[in-house]
Structure formats: structure tokens, C-alpha cells
């Protein structure tokens, strides 16, 4: 699709009055103080670009790549603009004119095939515990990976042997009486690096009376795509995903993940498939999208049995950006928490402040995700809990990367989890219906 | 002098992390908030980032033995041009140069580096129940440099005045690279008569006598208690009238905001939960004190309002005060998207008349919007008469641009000739440059006198002002 024609591209440039409220948002700015990280910066950049006074290059690639896409800016922004949107498309543009031999191996050969993904992170594992990777790290070549790799290869340090996958059924039955018929979109985060979570979502579902389907052939929802400039790429990603679901008749669709439901939302899919024949289908597949919490809190009402002797457990949460800034959804996670006997739920400051991990830039922009990090880990220390628990496995793995660089004895979890050890600890385990 | 030697030698002076030279970082220095610079963005040749006094005292004897222009730069909020290169130059980007110095409770006062944040500032004085009090629209973004060099006001300016009545004294490094003093080289007093008020000088001089490199504030106790009122007037007339008896009631009021028909449906049309009763005119009246007093005032202002207004509220429950003066709150941004295809413009936004003819300043615009077809949204402080109007048009259609730069000159035109002033706190810069003259007479001539002594070389952030 043309950059050009796209609605934000269209629409929005002309609304930026640049008057500055991104500036002091932007954690990125927060960093780097000058305007040439500032949001409302790259909406002017978005504008030469499409205006034709600056050259779709790398130079111009890499401004617009040094933002989050955390939707900070766009959430705060008087005049309405989505920002991230812009920025997303305008990267996408660069990079089509600028393809890479990495990003196209990365993001196009092995990040839209599951099973080669599973496998290159089995692989990962596996040099991980052979030592293969300090060997490879000896011999330099760990410097030929794109952006900063080669230095942020400890927050993919501990890759788990077996994905979530292979963790649950296809088809898992409801315990008691069915209530809903649910589809769960296991992303590729907690498939591959979280798949306890993957674990913990089945069994809590089932509990309640739930049908979980976990389509086997779900692709990645095309986030990282979109931040990495292969818009294309995502939005082959979510045509293949709404024909999958769409062929089951689910009541809903669940994800753990705030990146995948912001990917999967109607405003996402406005955005991306936008005009193709498939969004109406692709609307229809998203209106059934639902975050794990909502779903638990809002529809299932989710009651947990009392326990006195429940282990008394002392939690704070981190907002996603995802979740809280592109769909509001704050309240429903920390009801979740708070609905577990024994936890004590504490704020720590700026919950909503990005963690720095946002997917793939702590990887490709290491040394500025580490400040960024750093800021939230001194936050979320402050706090004195011994639970950190957030809903996207991506802040998980950020976090807890942030933890071990802390050298703070705390465990980072998604709140299911608790959910789901809760029911374990209990004597007895009755379905609730 | 050639550009690339330039570039080279700043960052040979200053280190290339306080340095930006590439032609891509320096397209980002070339807009502010104004529309003039939507239309006209010009690139500086290089920008600094100074973290001392040191730093910018290089760079000025540097720019004044070789002849080239320094335009100081805040957070870029302002709206009239005034931190861009029009004609090339070095800028400076004060911006992260943000350290509280010394915050001096004892005293009541604090001293800060130019890029200090307003809300910022204000978040860390009030752990010693201080404030300073000035209170812009864009406290969460605009720096304390930008508000010093601008004589900024905002939203209680009615009761607590502008920037240069809280500005004790100043660090400015002059083009010539000298460092003055001013308002007594050590004094830590409030009161200072002795000597010409060099402070009062630099304040609102736009950054062309010097660069402010050090900030001496008074800072007020806080206060404890805060009210809000609404008044919602069927004459447009009865709104300044009855801002008028409330001072002679002898209530003066922290804030008093208008919202005209324009605006009231603006807010309507942007947020309906909000639903503002329609009429010509609502007024907001803002009140803070000490609890007695703030509920004393407030039933006095309840009770003048009443005589003209349909219908008044008073409340200094939170939640209520929040409630009432969210129609003000979202004014701006419902301004900015009142229309889908446009976008408000920076121009044309700061008049300020005096308060007997608020009421027909703001006909008077409407119907100057009506005669160019652009449509106009009119809100502002109407307690001390500054109207912020907001023109509504596709910024990107060129005749649609060409009816509001028509617009915007009758609007300051009209300022002018009601007596009063074409900005009443955003400031001149490059925008309002043509009406100085007009407004100020032989005066300029004196003022061009007074820059020519502290900036003979003529190098400080040229094309502004007069």
C-alpha cells in the first residue's frame, strides 16, 4: 500500500501543532534530551518524508527506529494524532527502499514460521548450555548480528528448552460446566520465553469453564514486524491469523500478551489492513480479541476460593504500554492481583513508565533500553516487593533482565501465574462453575 | 565564514556530545509551535548544547569574533518564531541544562538553570510548601529559560502577574562573552531598588541582548485552599461586566477564563459527556487561599455572577472543581480537532484588550472570521483581557492559508486599535515583528538603541522583536 495514501499519513501530519506535550512523555526524549529524539521530531520527519525533502534513507530510518512505538506520545497528544502510527508506517517506507539481507532472514524467513522459530530458539538453548554461544561470543561472531545483539544477548540468556506449545493441548475441555468457547492467540513471546505462562492460562481457563483452543498454525500477531519497518510482512501476518480463528466459532479470543491484543485490536487493523478486501473479517476477528485479564475480571468475574493460610505475597505491577496506553486497560490486571488471597498489591511510581524492552529495542538500541530499564527498576525496587507482575512476556523478559542486572531478589511473573499457583496450593481443587 | 569549518570548530571547543552538525539533526531546530514555521522552517548551521556557563561563553566570543548569529532555545514551545534561525546561525538548546541550583526555603527563593521545567520546578518546591506562580498552558513542557526570555503569564496571571515579578536576578552571558550580574552580584534580597533594573531589562528581551544562564526566582507559599466557579451568561456583554464587579467587590481572583459561543461548541462537539450549556458566553473564576477566605470570596462571586448569569455553580470539591473546569481544560485540544480535515493554527492567538472591551474584541474576531471564512475558536483570560484565539483551517491548502494570514493581521490590527497590545504573553518574535512600529511608536528606535549597546555586532537572535 502506498505510504502516502495511508489515513495517518493523510490525516494526522496536518494536526501536529508541535506545541511540545509529546516532549515531556517520551522516555526516549527523557534520555537523549535533544529534539531530535522528540515525537512531535518525528512527526515532522514523517512529513519531509512524505513531502519528498528528505530521502527515504538509513540515516532517517535510524531517527525514526530510536522511538519505543510505547504510544506514550500518542495517548497524551492534544491533537489526536497516533504518532507511533506514523512513525510505524513511515519506517516501513524507509525500509522498503533499504531492505536488509538480516532483517529479511530475521523477519521474513524465520519470524513469520513458528516452527522454525521454535527451532532456532531450541538452538539458542541449546549454545547457551553447550557454551557454543561464549565460544561463538569468543570468536567475535556474535558481532555480525544486526543493531546491539551482540551486547544485549544476556535478556536472551535464559531461553527455556521446551515452547509453550508443546506445554498445552490443541483442544483442552472445560472442567464442569462449559461456559465459553474460547480461543487463545499464543504469541510468539510467551511461546518461547515464557511457555509457564502459556501452561498457567490453559489450566486457569479450563478451571472456569472454558474451552481453550490453541490453534496450532497462529502466527506472530506482526508487531515486531511493524517495528522493524516490514509492515508488509505484518500485514500478510494478520490476514493468515484472522482466517485461522475466523474458521472456529469462538466465543472469544484471548491473549496474555498486550503487544499481541494491541496488534490484534480494531485500531491496529484499521491501520494495517485498512481498504483490503479482509478487513471486514479482520474486524470481525478483532472485536472477539479480549486481554487475558478483561476476560477474567470483566466477563468471567473470576472468584477465587478463600484461603487463610494463603502465602502472603507482596506484588507490584508494571503497565505495558501496550496494554494501558494503545487500550487503556490498567484497572483490570491489578483487580486480577488483588483478587488472589494473600497478595498485597503496592504502586510503585510511574507504573505506566515503558520498561525499555519494547519487543525488539532492547536489543537494536541496548545502551539507551538499559537507562530506560534502569529508571523502572529503581521505581519498582523502591516498592520492597518480591513479586514484579506484568501482562506482556515481553516486559517479563525485560524485566526480567532488569532484575538480574540489579542483583534483586525478586520474581518477575505474569499474574496468571499466581492465579494459577494459587489454585495449586489449595487442598483440594473444585471447578468453579 | 564557511559553515564546515565552523561545525568543526565547535566541536573541537565543546566535544561532539554537546554538538549537532549533521543536516538530518539540524531539520529538527528549524520548527517551534508556530504556524509561521509550519510554513517556513529554516535549518540552523549548527546546535549547542551547553551544560555551563563556560560552555556558552565559547561559543558566544567564538560567534561574536566571527559574525555569527546565536539564537537561544528552550523546549520550542513558543509560538512566534522567536528560537529560529530565519537568517543561519548557532543554536543554543538550553533545554537540557536543567539543574535546581539551590532552592532556598529559608530565603523564598530558588535559582535554576535555564532548562528547567515549569511543573518540574514546581513539583520539587512544593515539598517546601513554595510555588512559583505563574502558570502557563504548557507548564508540563516549557522551560523556566523560555518563560524568563518570553515574560510568560498563563492562567493566574489575574492575581499573581507575570514571570518578570518573581525574577530577582539573572546570570546573562552577553555576545561579547562577559558575564553579568544582574540584581546584586551576591544579593539573596527580595527587595532591590539600587541601580538601572537590568533584571526587568532581560526579562521578555526574547534572547536578544544575551543569553539568561542562571535564574534567581522568589517563590509564595502555597495555598492551601482552592474554588472554582461557572457562570453561564445568554449576553455576551455580561460576562466582562461581571468580572468587573467581582474586582470591585474587592475579590481578586487567582483565574478567570472565557469561553465564548465558538469555544462552548467546540468543547461540545469534541467531548459531548462534557456538554457545556449552550450559551454566549461561560466564565470560570478560580479562587485560592486560605479555606475561609476561598469560601468566603467564592459566595461573594456566586452572588455577583448570579445577577447576570443563567445559572452559577460554586464547588471546592475536587471532583466538582475538576468537573467544571474541564470544558476550559480541553479547550485547546478541542480546538484542534473541531474540525477532521484541519488543524488549529498558532497565529493571531494572543491578543490582549482592555477588559472594558473584551466583549467586543471577541465579536469583533468572530465576525473577522466570518468575513475571511475561517473559522475561529476564542477562549483566554479574560481577567487581565488576553484572548487566545484559535483558527481552524486544512493548514495544508494553500488558499485556506492565504484567508487566515489575512485573518490574523486584522486581528492584530484590531488589538492595536482597541488600545491594546498584539501579544499579552506568547511574545513578538519573528510573527508579530511588522506590528512594532505600530504599536510602539519612536520607542523602537530606543529599544534598537538599547540592543546595539549590549549586542553591537547585531548577533543576538536577529530578526526578532523590532
Known sequence: MDFKKLP??????????????????????????????????????????????????????????????????????????????????ARSYVYDHHPTVAKELIFDALWTKPSLLRTSSKFLWGAQKSGLQSLARNLGLMKILPGDLPKAEGILSSVPLRPGRSLVKEVNAPRGKKRFRVGYFLGCGTDLFQPQVAKAVVEVLTRNGCEVIVPRDTRCCGMPHLANGKMDTARKLLAHNVKIFNDYDFDYIITDCGSCSSALSRKNIKFVLGGLKIEDQALAFADKVIDLTVFLVDILDIKLPDNPNAEKRRVTYHDPCHLANAQGIKSQPRQLLQRIPGVQLVEMAEANRCCGGSGTYSITHYDLSMKILDHKMDNAMATGAEYLATCCPSCMMQLQYGVKRHKWDCRVVHPIELVYEYYQSLPEIIPVN | ??????????????????????????????????????????????????????????????????????????????????????????????????????????????????????????????????????????????TIGGMVANNASGLRAVKYGCTEQYVLGLEVVLPNGDVIITGGMKSKAIKNVSGLNLTKLMVGSEGVLGIITRIRLRCWPKPKARGIAMAVFDNLDDAPATVLEVYREGVLPSGIEILDSSAIQAVNQFKPEINLPDAEAILLFEVDGNPPGVEYEGNIIKEVAGRRARQVEWATDPKRMAQLWEGRSVTAAAAARVRPDGSRVFAGEDISVPLSKVADALRAIRALGEKHGVQVVNYGHIGDGNVHTAPVINPENPEEVERVKQLVDDIHLLAIEMEGSTTG??????????????????????????????????IMNPDKLF
Open chain 2, 425 to 458: 504573553e506568547h511574545g513578538v518574535g519573528v510573527v508579530r515583528r511588522p506590528y512594532a512600529e505600530k504599536e510602539h511608536g519612536l520607542a523602537v528606535k530606543y529599544m534598537k538603541g538599547i540592543k546595539q549597546v549590549f549586542d553591537p555586532r547585531g
Open chain 1, 8 to 89: 495517518p499519513v493523510q490525516e494526522q501530519i496536518m494536526k501536529c501543532v508541535r506545541c511540545g506535550k509529546c516532549r515531556s512523555v517520551c522516555p526516549v526524549f527523557a534520555e537523549i534530551r535533544n529534539e531530535t529524539a522528540a515525537p512531535r521530531g518525528h512527526v515532522f520527519m514523517v512529513q519531509m518524508l512524505r513531502d519528498g525533502k528528505v530521502d527515504p534513507d538509513q540515516d532517517v530510518y535510524d531517527h525514526l527506529a530510536n522511538c519505543l512505538l510505547c504510544e506514550t506520545c500518542s495517548v497524551n497528544c492534544p491533537s489526536g494524532i497516533d504518532i507511533h502510527e506514523l512513525n510505524a508506517a
Open chain 2, 1 to 142: 565564514m564557511d559553515e564546515a569549518q565552523i561545525k568543526k570548530d565547535l566541536v573541537d571547543m565543546l566535544g561532539k556530545d554537546k554538538v549537532l552538525i549533521k543536516d538530518l539533526d539540524l531539520m529538527y531546530y528549524s520548527y517551534d509551535s508556530s504556524f509561521f514555521t509550519k510554513l517556513e522552517p529554516k535549518n540552523p548551521m549548527a546546535v549547542v548544547l551547553p551544560k555551563s556557563t563556560e560552555d556558552v561563553q565559547k561559543v558566544m566570543r567564538y560567534a561574536y569574533d566571527n559574525q555569527i548569529n546565536i539564537i537561544p532555545r528552550g523546549a520550542g514551545t513558543g509560538e512566534t518564531g522567536g528560537c529560529i534561525a530565519v537568517s543561519g546561525g548557532i543554536v543554543l538548546d538550553l533545554s537540557s541544562w536543567d539543574d535546581i541550583v539551590e532552592i532556598d526555603a529559608a530565603n523564598m527563593q530558588v535559582i535554576v538553570r535555564p532548562g528547567i521545567i515549569h511543573a518540574k520546578l514546581n513539583e520539587k518546591l512544593a515539598e517546601y510548601n513554595l510555588f512559583f506562580p505563574p502558570d502557563p498552558g504548557s507548564s508540563q513542557m516549557c
